[in-house]
């Protein structure tokens, strides 16, 4: 495996290659494994990026806070056989201020982008920067982050961006707590309380497969479900899965989605229904 922090050295070793691409903030948990094996078993080569972007972190100290753990986010990658790991310098990926930027709209109106100003901006423009960079024939992203999958469908889809958008299911401990490099922050009592979250969000699930359909009724229940002080919902919504918009009657398939703090760590999980 080789470890390259330039672009022009990444350009140089991909030149003919058009590796398939995991992109990626590192401190790597088996979530972005599962990623990483199954664009390892689908594609003759796999790069993983490893680039924790300042652009799309709405809060100075989430940035600061971010758990960093290259060594062992390597010692990951070469056990699961990706070929080439890129771990740029901010000042590579941005070497100057940058004025372009992408902006996906509608789909990223809700949720996320009504909780975190900038995000998808941050980040619809950091994976456009790395696929003009990688240019690869499939990347790979987690369904953890719904809305940010849904939105780089849509971005590839309006830009004409010739990559095919690999989604892979959320990976969870045996608890249900879905697997996030956050949870490595979680101090022992809020780790306990953590598995709250995706209890309520299969109890909405739950409601609507018992035939359940007004999303008001389901989302007060789920909630009740959620009243420790320990948690402090920022939204638990239910919504179409194209375009993320929140549906007051569920009569068709959608995803159940939430944000909430356990102490200053904040956490998203959803489930398809
Ligand atoms: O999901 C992530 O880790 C990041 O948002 C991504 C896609 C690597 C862009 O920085």
Not at 37 to 48: D, K, M
Not at 113 to 124: C, I, W
Request: hydrophobic share 45%; proline share 7%.
């Amino acid at each position: 495996m080789k470890l390259v922090s330039t672009i022009r050295e990444l350009r140089e070793r991909i030149a003919a290659d058009c590796p398939a691409l995991v992109p990626t903030m590192g401190a790597l948990h088996a979530g972005h494994g599962r990623l990483i094996e199954t664009s390892v078993r689908e594609n003759p080569t796999t790069a993983v990026s490893i680039f924790v972007n300042p652009t799309q972190f709405n809060n100075p100290a989430d940035l600061a806070n971010y758990p960093r753990t290259l060594d062992a986010d390597l010692a990951l990658c070469e056990s699961l056989g990706a070929d080439i790991v890129f771990a740029p310098s901010v000042d590579e990926m941005y070497p100057r201020p940058q004025r372009a930027f992408v902006d996906v709209e509608r789909v990223t109106k809700h949720l996320e982008g009504a909780f975190r100003p900038g995000h998808f901006r941050g980040v619809a423009t950091v994976v456009m920067k790395l696929f003009q960079i990688f240019e690869p024939r499939r990347a790979y992203f987690g369904e953890k982050d719904y809305q940010q999958l849904a939105m780089i469908r849509r971005m590839v889809e309006d830009l004409n961006v010739p990559v095919e958008i690999v989604g892979v299911p959320t990976v969870r401990e045996p608890d249900g707590l879905a697997l996030s490099s956050r949870n490595r922050l979680l101090d022992a009592e809020h780790r306990r309380a953590a598995p709250q979250l995706y209890r309520a969000l299969l109890l909405a699930a739950e409601n609507i497969a018992e035939g359940e359909r007004d999303s008001a009724r389901i989302k007060c229940a789920a909630l009740a479900s959620l009243a420790d002080p320990l948690i402090r919902v920022d939204y638990l919504e239910i919504v179409d899965p194209v375009w993320v918009e929140p549906v007051s009657i569920v009569d068709g398939p959608v995803r159940i989605a939430l944000a909430a703090y356990l102490g200053p760590v904040r956490l998203i999980d959803n489930v398809a229904v």
